[in-house]
């Protein structure tokens, strides 16, 4: 706040050339003397006898003469040395009485009452000596006691301001960072005719009248001071700070730092006025527990940080979550709205930079509806958090916003996510990664995920921003991933994108033509590089992809006689390289036969020579032969009535599900079994999602088989019987299922001869 200035001599100067309007040293030199070992400066001079006639107090100095500017500038310096060197209990004289040179003139003895203190008069810091002054009194004719006044005075234990209880000091202004540092300074009384405590602009760089008075556990305010703000701050690092009387003073606004670093304050001590918090005001209050903040209509960063509260409720009125808020809240275990206001949590727009870094309790977050920007390392480092919940309208992942959240282990992109920063989810727990077609995505945004088994990377074709690149770094470390099929529009892979795949084995490439690809962006890998057949020639004549170990068949050894297989790009089931065609089958219908002790389940397989993406299939064969397949070179439609079901990454699979479907699963009796209750299946594998039986529990009283529809059908069938209803006749189907009065239209086996129900 810029005041009037209290120098009128003659003419009026301007010193307000800072917030907290003190006189300069050439102002100072206007009018100084000396009179018994100490030096003043004149402030205002009436006449001799006048009662108004007012200086500066500068300091002690060893000088006698301040005749030219030489003089006075080093009476100023030597002032400074010798009252930083003070020891013991200090008084400042009320008056002093001298002859002095006044604008020129000799004047007679007059009366002079000391109403300021110089800016750093007594300042031990960067002095290169300690303070020991113990004990400072000042006079009630003190009006202004400058900046820094006091700073550093380490050993002061007590300030005593004459006239602070009777109403009698005159004192009004105390700037800036005038007690920084007066450890062991316990109490301070002001007076009732205080009305500035250091510069209250919002976001100002000074204030902290009583910053680092680690002793001080008690203040209270002046009923005089009337100021809208807390000046920045005022209580930093007054680390035994419990009790604050306001004493009437109701402010708006805690600006920055206010009680920063004040480990025994709590919310119990802040007035239901403050509306608004500035940056870093509570940093490091070991003892703020809880806030209210109902009636908070704006925050700046880092209000929070590093605080120990467990559970926040949201104001309305603050839309965005500021950069740094609850950095460091180790405990902090939920946040959302407050209930009483609508829209309070899911109207947040932006959570800012580092606003949840190390939050390390943090397990769970539902983040709000209309959030559209998760800012740089937003959530970095929350060990513990396993659940992202989010709405429709996020764009904005940003840098690091994930970084070493080693409990996270899925995150589905949604249609709405346009930008996923550089290190997004380096060193994450991801297992898997859901790709958008149309994003862009920084360097090293999965690094390091070292549990990661599946990327989807869908193709982007049509996309207005299409995911064209691998980018630099992108999957580098990411030690457990087994296989990575990159589609038709990925243009270019970039340097390291995949170095240090240790487990990576597989490496599927949909496109036609030979990406861009950087030399390093697959060292430390055993790939192999699988193409289409009909573009093998094409990868071959590209140096640097012929570098690499390619390939375009597929060899699987069946070490079972039947078994489950997905992949996430078409398949085409073909004969090469001297070995026979993998034999696949989808399962389209099911049907049952009723038995006297259990219900026979029937999935009807119908074998396909093409699968599309992500399509499951059962394969048939002869345990321990190698059969082969390929990368489609059209790709096949997807079934919309296929029962066997993908699996593109591990799964939980529970025996029912909530649409209450059941889910089975292949055993080695080559038989499908209801799946035990959160029984893991590993991706490229597959299951039947089917409807269980009502009245039948469990897995004793359900058997599922298969029927193949390629083993002999009508020919040398002896004979075709009607629907049969005798109890007496026993049915096998032709893959050996035992039947009894079987429903289903079909061909069976009956006596050791196929017959036909119709």
């Known amino acids: 706040m810029k005041r009037k200035l209290l120098l009128a001599i003659l003419t009026i100067i301007s010193i307000g050339c800072f917030a907290d309007s003190q006189p300069t040293d050439a102002e100072r030199k206007a009018n100084l003397f000396i009179y018994n070992g100490m030096l003043f400066s004149i402030q205002h001079f009436e006449s001799i006898g006048s009662q108004n006639n007012t200086v500066e107090f500068c300091g002690w100095t060893t000088k006698t003469s301040v005749a030219n500017e030489a003089e006075k500038t080093a009476a100023l310096n030597d002032a400074l040395y010798q009252s930083v060197r003070k020891t013991g209990e200090i008084t400042i004289p ?7 040179t006044y604008n020129g003139q000799l004047q007679g003895n007059a009366t002079y009452k000391v109403i300021m203190l110089r800016a750093n008069l007594f300042r031990a810091a960067g002095s290169g000596v300690t303070s020991q002054i113990t004990k400072i009194t000042i006079p009630k004719t003190v009006q202004h006691i400058e900046s820094r006044c ?4 380490v050993n002061m234990t007590s300030f005593v301001i004459e006239g602070a209880t009777d109403g009698t000091s005159q004192l009004k202004e105390i700037d800036s960072h005038a007690f920084l540092n007066c450890k062991k300074l316990a109490s301070i009384t002001l007076p009732n005719s205080v009305t500035y405590l250091g510069d209250n602009v ?23 001071y009337a100021s809208s703000n807390v000046s920045s701050f005022t209580f930093k690092n007054c680390t035994n700070l419990t009790t604050i009387n306001w004493n009437g003073f109701n402010p708006k606004r805690l600006n920055n730092s206010a009680f920063y670093g004040c480990s025994k304050i709590t919310w119990s001590q802040i007035p239901q006025s403050v509306e ?12 703020l527990t809880s806030v209210d903040l109902s009636r908070i209509k704006k925050m700046d960063t880092g209000v929070f940080w590093h605080t120990p509260l467990t559970s926040v409720e949201w104001p309305a009125a603050v839309t965005e979550i500021p950069a740094n808020t609850f950095w460091g809240c180790h405990q902090l275990t939920t946040i959302k709205g407050i209930p009483s206001q609508p829209g309070a949590w899911d109207n947040i727009t932006k959570i800012g930079a580092n606003a949840f870094n190390e939050c390390t309790a943090l397990t769970t977050i539902k983040l709000p509806a209309e959030l559209k920007t998760i800012d740089t390392q937003a959530f970095r480092t929350c060990t513990s958090l396993a659940t992202v919940d989010y709405g ?15 409990a996270l282990k899925k995150f589905f992109f949604k249609g709405s996510v346009k930008t996923l920063g550089a290190n997004a989810f380096q060193e994450s727990g991801l297992t898997c990664v859901h790709l958008k077609g149309d994003m862009t995505i920084g360097k090293e945004a999965f690094m390091m995920c070292t549990g990661l088994k599946y990327v989807e990377i869908p193709a982007t074709s049509n996309a207005s921003q299409p995911l064209n690149n691998v980018s630099e770094g992108m999957f580098a470390g990411c030690t457990s991933l087994p296989f990575i099929t990159l589609p038709a529009s990925i243009t270019a892979i970039k340097a390291n994108a995949f170095n240090g795949c240790a487990a990576l084995k597989y490496v599927n490439i949909l496109a036609d033509s030979p990406a861009t690809l950087a030399a390093n962006a697959f060292d430390n890998t055993p790939k192999d590089i699988y193409v289409k057949a009909s573009k093998l020639s094409a990868y071959q004549a590209n140096a640097a992809w012929n570098a690499l170990n390619l390939k375009d068949t597929y060899e699987r050894t069946l070490t079972t006689k039947y078994a489950t297989m997905t992949h996430d790009f078409p398949v085409d089931f073909v004969a090469a390289n001297g070995r026979e065609a993998m034999v696949a089958y989808v399962g389209k219908s099911t049907y049952k036969v009723t038995q006297p002790t259990k219900v026979q389940k029937i999935l009807k397989m119908t074998k396909v020579n093409a699968i599309a993406a992500n399509e499951g299939v059962i394969l048939a064969g002869t345990p321990n032969t190698t059969y082969t397949y390929r990368i489609a070179e059209t790709a096949a439609t997807k079934l919309a009535d296929n029962k066997v079901m993908p699996v593109r990454e591990d799964t939980l699979l529970y025996q029912t599900e909530a649409d209450g479907k059941s889910n089975w699963t292949l055993q080695p009796d080559y038989k499908l079994h209801l799946s035990e209750n959160a029984k893991t299946i590993y991706c490229g594998r597959a299951y039947i999602h089917e409807q269980n039986e009502a009245g039948v529990q469990g897995a004793k009283s359900v058997s599922f088989a298969l029927e193949l529809d390629d083993n002999p059908a009508t020919a040398g069938i002896n004979t075709v019987e009607g629907n049969k209803k005798d109890n007496d006749n026993v049915y096998y189907t032709l893959s050996g299922v035992r039947v009894i ?5 079909g061909i069976y086996i009956k006596n050791g001869r196929k017959v036909i129900i119709r």
């Open 94 to 100: 009320e008056t002093v009485q001298a002859a002095v």
């Open 150 to 153: 006091f700073d550093e005075c």
């Open 202 to 224: 919002p976001n100002s760089i000074e204030g902290g009248v009583f910053e680092g008075c680690e002793t001080l556990t008690s203040f209270t305010f002046p009923s005089s």
């Open 276 to 287: 608004e918090l500035g940056a870093t005001c509570f940093y490091e209050c070991s003892s």
């Open 392 to 406: 429709t309208k996020l764009e904005t992942i940003g840098d690091g916003a994930f970084m070493s959240t080693g």
């Open 741 to 745: 009065n079987p429903t289903e239209k």
